[in-house]
């Protein structure tokens, strides 16, 4: 019983977080921890799990269609698994409460995020560092439009991974929102390769988190297991009705959803 209610909770949680992009995580993590009464270390080491899945199936679309920038995200990769080990080793005496906190306030981030109008903003120089790796490519619109783009500011970037490489360590997120930031605003991508090179970076980082949950023994079968079918079968329905959809309604409502739980993991931090 206690694991067919994680499944459906999953479920909710991967749809809701498909439809805006987020992935299930952010979702899961707040319900199991503060409906459930789930440890927070055990549910972020689930949620973990749940992002390798997700985003190996999102990823292998994104790279057919020629979005995601392979030698990018190879070189960005350093930052984040450096990250996610540090983030790894915090956890270890980072106590239950600050993860609350942090947890909190990550997501009154995202939903300040959310609520930001998304554009491109193309670089206009290439970076030395891009120039020497060879990181500027193209993609092809539906359209037929071939777009030529160009990488900026390669070590803050860098920098900016590895600081999503430990939010995803000590919160089990893929922290995507952090990643198509840093590659948006400060690199100058434009968005469609910006989050289809996140995508496929979150698997990566989520995997080295995981494994050094699982090496620390906080990934538990019964929990991790139902959470992370749930959150593929509602990412599923999620990719499903978002062409369905009216988006900006879904990203207001969703904006007020973020906010109360991040309120109430702040409140329960507190304590």
């Known amino acids: 019983m206690y694991s067919i209610l994680l499944f459906f909770i999953s479920i909710f949680a991967g749809l809701l977080g498909s439809l805006l992009g987020l992935g299930g995580g952010i979702i899961v993590v707040p319900v199991l921890t503060l409906f459930l009464g789930i440890d927070i270390r055990y549910a972020i080491a689930a949620s973990l799990i749940s992002i390798v899945a997700t985003s190996s199936g999102a990823a292998a679309s994104f790279l057919k269609d020629h979005l995601t920038n392979l030698r990018l995200a190879v070189l960005l990769e350093v930052g984040t698994v450096c990250g996610a080990i540090v983030g790894f080793l915090l956890a270890k005496s980072v106590n239950s409460s ?151 309604i879904i990203r207001k409502i969703f904006v007020v959803v973020l906010t109360i739980v991040a309120v109430q993991m702040l409140m329960k931090g507190m304590k």
């Open 98 to 248: 600050f993860l609350f906190i942090l947890f909190g306030g990550f997501l009154f981030f995202s939903a300040v995020m959310m609520l930001r109008k998304k554009e491109d903003h193309r670089a206009e120089f290439d970076h030395p560092w891009s120039q020497k790796l060879k990181l500027a490519g193209q993609y092809t619109e539906k359209n037929g439009e071939l777009i030529l783009y160009k990488v900026a500011q390669v070590p803050v970037g860098l920098g900016a991974m590895f600081i999503a490489g430990i939010l995803s360590a000590l919160l089990g997120i893929g922290s995507g929102i952090f990643k198509v930031m840093a590659m948006d605003g400060a690199m100058k991508l434009p968005m469609k390769v910006s989050s289809a090179t996140s995508n496929f970076m979150i698997g990566v980082t989520a995997t080295a988190s995981a494994g050094a949950y699982f090496l620390r023994g906080d990934i538990r079968p019964e929990i991790a297991c139902p959470v992370s079918v749930g959150i593929i079968v509602g990412s599923y329905f999620g990719a499903r009705l978002m062409p369905k959809m009216p988006a900006a």
